[in-house]
């Protein structure tokens, strides 16, 4: 038994630190690349520059500069941050609201109106770009930060609904009856109660959002137009022909900055979000 254990969880060990190799050495050739000269980029792979890691000629920091210096890059800046943090909060509002109604409200239509909305994970945003872009040209918010803000809530409710539905209606009935005994309203035992406990769950969402808007290209690309946002920014900094793509590599890292400080500030909270819901107890 001893014998079997101890293959059983090197076993264990060896695929983890695989997964984690693979899974790491993408970035970690990113990240050389991004220090070395272009010629080098473009003739020779990024390993090469671990041969003579202490050589100068081999490590740059022109494409840090380039980036960081291109015109217009601070003002993609500020219009990424104007579409990320309204259209992370917008989702987890609508859906802390819509998970408590589901959870723990009586109405007509409650178990076929959820199921669609759930139904709704499945579908391809894709299949719905040129619709909505249609509809907003006839109301004329296209090209408009209010048009990007409703399309990624439409894009998140979803899956932002059925998250904290899962952690929701998890909670102790007794809570959410005393509240009502005592005179509280559903408004009431939400905000005073529900919402309170449901910070895992909202910091949890509040990650993926806020990194998923924060990396989109193409919906801001498709809604937004010439008000131009971090990706597309950094898209074009690669040429038309993408012969510039060596500039890409320092631009990752430039644009990981801030998603990286909101990962960190809620991680204590990240874990127990995701594993809403899948325990009783």
Do not use: C
Request: no cysteine.
């Amino acid at each position: 038994m001893r014998i079997q254990r101890f293959f059983s969880r090197s076993f264990v060990h060896f695929a983890v630190i695989t997964i984690a190799f693979l899974w790491t050495l993408p970035t970690v050739g990113v990240l050389v690349s991004s220090f070395r000269p272009e010629n080098d980029v473009k003739t020779s792979g990024w390993w090469n520059a671990l041969k003579h890691p202490f050589e100068e000629s081999v490590w740059t920091f022109k494409n840090y500069s380039d980036v960081i210096n291109a015109n217009g890059i601070g003002e993609a800046f500020v219009n990424t941050l104007v579409v990320t943090i309204p259209a992370t909060i917008l989702p987890i509002t609508v859906a802390a609201f819509a998970a408590y109604a589901f959870a723990w409200m009586k109405f007509p239509g409650r178990d076929w109106l959820f199921a669609m909305v759930i139904g709704l994970m499945v579908v391809p945003l894709q299949v719905a770009l040129i619709p909505i872009l249609r509809l907003y040209t006839q109301t004329g918010i296209a090209g408009t930060f209010l048009g990007l803000w409703l399309a990624h809530t439409g894009f998140g409710l979803p899956l932002a609904i059925y998250l904290l539905y899962n952690y929701i209606s998890q909670l102790p009935a007794d809570l959410i009856e005393s509240a009502k005994i005592d005179g509280a309203s559903d408004f009431t035992a939400f905000m005073k109660i529900v919402l309170p406990l449901s910070t895992p769950a909202i910091a949890s969402f509040a990650i993926f959002q806020f990194l998923w808007i924060w990396n989109d290209l193409l919906v801001s690309l498709v809604f937004l137009g010439t008000n131009k946002v971090l990706t597309v920014k950094l898209s074009e900094l690669t040429g038309s022909l993408g012969n510039k793509w060596h500039l890409l590599t320092a631009g990752a890292f430039v644009s990981m900055v801030v998603p990286l400080a909101v990962f960190f500030a809620l991680q204590r909270y990240f874990v127990r979000g995701l594993l809403a819901g899948s325990v009783k107890g």
